[in-house]
Every structure is written in structure tokens, then in C-alpha cells.
């Protein structure tokens, strides 16, 4: 099934509201202001291009009865998040339910054909399994600063070899659809924008943790990107001249600090020096030490371990004092930590920036870890595409 794009603004509109789920066409009409002439003649429309279809009978509003809407059963995307070990791809409906989902090893290291190439694999199995013949689009997160206009990836310390390679080309070559890229911290907040706590606000900040550290921000209901597109990559923000060395470069970096390599090496340092017997041992059965020893002690209740968790939180607390202070967000989804450690670094989180901001921009704004389980960048991936299928051109 091949989509073709809305027609104009008035279509555009009412497919992106059936993106949230059926609606009534009372509720259509009411939501976007149209007159009911022009709302019939533009269902009329896209019902009869097979973008929309009858789902069933709405509740009656007091009288007449009014048919509920859907976007059409053929529509499907396709997330894809790249993070540097891992690609997980998945298949949506065209309200963003995702309806299969995988994912797998993978090092970027390796190149991007071989990893853009085992997503379209993998995507592939998820298609057969669910019938999916045509995508009608597909969106793509990667672990690094992204030129969205060019599709590729941009000077990424985490991406060598992927700089010159036209991701969305290859992905767009390879499904037959249209493919957007972006940077994974942007498409997760689109996530949380769609199908978590972000859903409710038109100002929010999604802090990304993990290997690299990255922010989106949704700004008046939509993803600001900045005038270059680099708008949230604060794993690079300077907190120490004499910090510890940084994959960038430079030293003192945020991500050097609190991504999960800086909580690594400072846990190495606390076995090293006796002041963690948990991890020494660890470390002495291992050979190494990675993010999960690092979590198991601290879960366990081992101070030292605590105390590398804690320092991380209070430095990115204290970057959120400032982005907050500044963009002034109705809340503050936090994703990525390693399982088990996002309640300790969220308490201190929470503490640092209550205690240091103004009661103004925090009175009332929360700040909660995803609910989404390792689903916000796929659906986010999934609405990106769809952002760009469903605008008029
Ligand atoms: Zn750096």
C-alpha cells in the first residue's frame, strides 16, 4: 500500500490527531475549529485515498451519534535506535502502538553497512512475522550529534567511519520509504512526547544517560533542534578543567563524569583502593568491572559504590539546575540508567535541583524516570517518520 502525502494543512492536521487514537468526528471538528462542511469534505477525502477508516460508533453526545475515526490498518512505520552496542528496531501502526520489537548486539564500530544492514535484516523478520509488505515510513535514532538535513551522522566521537555514509539514504534505498535521522536523545524525547509523561506537557526536558549523554527538549509541543541541529548535546558541557579525560578530546567533560564509562572508571578507583570490597572482589573475579557491577553494589547497599552513583547524580543535578533555570520545562523525564540505579541517582537528582533553583521555574515541576521500558526511542523514531509522511510537503 502505497501513502501518499495530505493534501493540504487541513489533512495534514487531522492525520496527526488520529496519530493519538480514534476520535469522533465532533471531536475532530471541535479540536481543530473546522467548519462542517470543510471537516466532512476532508474525511470524505481521506477516507476515500485510504488514509482513514470507520473504526466503529463513538459514545453518543447527547443525540446524534457520531462515527469514530482511525488512521488506516495499512499504515505501518519502522523505528530504528543505534546506540553504540546495541540496534533495536521495531514496527508501529500509524498510531505509533508498537506491534513488534527486537534488538540485538551490535558495535558500531564495525561500520554503518553492517549495521544499518542488519537493522533492515532485522526489520525484515519483524515485517514477515507481521505481514508488513510496504512501510510507509521509517526513523532513526543515532548515538551522536546528527546533520538532519543531510541524513548523516555529524563528528561523532561514538561514530567513526560514519561520518561521509548517507544513513537516511541507505535506509530510505534499502525499504523503499521515507527515512529521517536524528540524534537518539531527540527521538526519545519524541517518545515521551507521544506515548509517556511528556504527553501532557509542551515544555519538557528528556535527560538521556547511558554510554553517551544527551537531552532533548520539546519546546511549544515541538523538538527544538537549535539553528544547527546540536540543541541538548550537553555531554560535552565543561565541569572541570583537571576532570577526567573525555572519548572528545578534552577533559572534565559532563559525559567523562557521569556516563557510564566515568562511572566505571571511578568504581575501578574505589576497588583499586580498597574502599569498596564488594567491587574489589569483583574486580579480582572479573578482571574488569563494568556498568552492571557497578549497579549490583550499589543496590546491594556497598557505600563506595553509592558513592560513585551519588557524585554522578549531584554533577548532572547541577547541569539541570542551569538547563531548567534557563528553558523553564513543565517536567524532567529521565531515561537510559542502568537498571536498578535510577532511583539513587533520581533522589539526588531531585534533591540538587530543588535545593538550588528558583522556586519559580520548580515549584511545581516534577522530575520522573521513562516509563516506557526501552520503548521511547523506537516510538520516537516511529513519529519522526511519521511527522514528516503526514505534513503536506
Ligand atoms: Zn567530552
Redesign the pocket.
Known sequence: MVLVRPENTHQSRLVRLLRDGPRSRVELGDVLGLSRTTLTAELDRLVERGRVETAGPAASRGGRRSALLRLAGGVRFAGVVVAPDRVTVAVTDGELNVLAQVDEPADVRTGPESVVGRAVELLGKLRAELGVSQLTGVGVGLPGPVAVDAGTAASP?VLPGWQRFGVRDAFAAELGCPALVDNDANVMALGEQHAGVGRTFDDFLYLKLGTAIGCGLILGGRLHRGSTGSAGDI??LPLGEDGPA?????SG????YCGDAGLVHAALAAARTGRSPALAARLAEAGTLTMRDVAAAATAGDPAAQTVVRDAARRLGRVLVGLVSFFNPGIVVIGGPTDGLGHILLAEIRAVVYRRSAPLATGTMPIVLSDLAGRAGVVGAARLASEHVFATD
Open positions: 566521537p555531554g560535552h573525555c572519548v572528545c578530546g578534552e567533560c559532563l559525559e567523562a
